[in-house]
């Protein structure tokens, strides 16, 4: 399941040069439809982990999110054939709160269903492979993307859109005979629905430390989403190459979260997500500044290969200190990663849209090394958490 959920997350992207291309969407409005994905995540994660602990349903809960991802993808790519102008701007918004609340689904999840099912010794490990297979998905399938908006049209990704869906439905036949445990402690808040989207301060204050580390270090690599329109109208490569270069950035975390998850044993969780965080930092620094398209090429993929070692790195560090917030390990899950990365994933690419406006710096590149910038602060509080 982790397969389809980063695979067909990391299809979007691609669509966005198109739709600046074909459909005259401004940099703007694309930055406000990655920012408005990760902001309906932030607001969705705490219930979508609550909801969790406190009824055992990861199975079901994780598909519903990748069948809401799956679906908001296809609305993605179909919604140019009936609609333009004002009218699509609209609806693509609309897709992109989906998108928002599928994408809130599977990773606190399945960090505390595989937290379930592992002794600790072997947690970073697996957590790792898991991830790994994640990064696998992110290679397959944009690179698919790829060839079908280079060889036939954008709305041909509806296709591959439904065939991830199948694919999450595979994953619930195989997860759906396994049992998760619920967390007797856990309890969706009475009174509002906005009480019930609110992380507990219980949680929150010893997670604050690593949930700061986790928003710098997303907005630093929040930038991700925005590089194939940064390859395309900066650098000036073509479609095809774009496509290339960007899926094998997101495939680079293939080895890397196993490579991570192996740091985390010898030699610490602290020492692991420091030297990842600063890693992307500087390859990020290194792309922007990049001197010639080999070097362009390199350096973002080396910077996916830090970026997505995310997943062990940030969610290991919460179940080893899962004695701080018994029954509430996917609750602090949905905090760290669902606020905390989400969060830095909804900033960068505002920052990078204001920086572009032309009564500002009128270029992509200010954004991208201010979120590098940013990413130092991810590199400075690792010692704190």
């Known amino acids: 399941m982790h397969f389809v959920n980063d695979g067909i997350s990391g299809v979007i992207p691609l669509m966005y040069p198109v739709y600046n291309a074909l459909y005259g969407i401004s940099l703007q409005t694309v930055s406000v439809f990655t920012a408005l994905q990760n902001v309906i995540s932030i607001v969705v994660s705490p219930y979508v982990g609550n909801k969790a602990d406190s009824s055992g349903n990861f199975a079901w809960l994780m598909t519903l999110g990748v069948l809401l991802l799956t679906f908001g993808t296809a609305g993605y790519a179909v919604s140019v054939l009936f609609l333009g102008g004002s009218p699509l701007i609209i609806v693509l918004i609309l897709f992109s709160v989906v998108i928002g609340v ?66 999450g439905m595979g994953g619930f036949a195989i997860l759906n005979g396994v049992t998760f445990e619920k967390a007797s402690t856990t309890r969706i808040p009475k009174g509002s629905v906005w009480k019930s989207v609110l992380p507990e301060w219980r949680l929150a204050r010893p997670l604050l430390p690593l949930t700061l580390v986790s928003f710098s270090r997303g907005l630093c690599t929040g930038v991700l989403p925005l590089i194939p329109f940064y390859l ?79 997943f062990p790195l940030l969610l290991g560090m919460v179940h080893k200190r899962a004695y701080l917030y018994p029954g509430d390990v996917t609750s602090a899950n949905s905090l760290v990663w669902g606020i905390g990365t989400s969060g830095g994933g909804a900033a960068a690419p505002l920052l990078i849209a204001a920086l572009a406006l032309p009564s500002a710096f009128g270029s992509l590149t200010p954004g991208f090394i201010g979120a590098a910038v940013v990413g130092v602060v991810s590199v400075v509080l690792v010692p704190f958490t």
């Open 232 to 310: 395309v109208n900066v650098d000036h490569f073509g479609g095809l190459e774009t496509g290339f270069i960007y899926a094998l950035s997101l495939g680079a975390g293939t080895g890397s979260q196993i490579l991570f998850g192996f740091i985390q044993e010898r030699v610490g969780y602290r020492f692991a997500l420091g030297f990842s965080n600063l890693g992307a930092v500087v390859f990020l620094l290194a792309f922007v500044l990049s001197p010639n398209a080999i070097f362009t090429e390199i350096s973002v993929i080396v910077f996916g290969l830090f970026t997505y070692s995310a």
């Open 102 to 167: 599928g994408s809130s689904f599977y990773h606190p999840i399945g960090a505390s269903a595989l937290g379930q099912k592992l002794d600790s010794s072997d947690l970073s490990k697996a957590m790792g492979v898991n991830g790994s297979i994640g990064s696998v998905g992110r290679l397959v399938l944009p690179f698919l993307a790829t060839l079908m908006i280079t060889y036939t049209t954008l709305p041909s990704l509806g296709i591959l859109a439904l065939a991830a869906a199948l694919g």
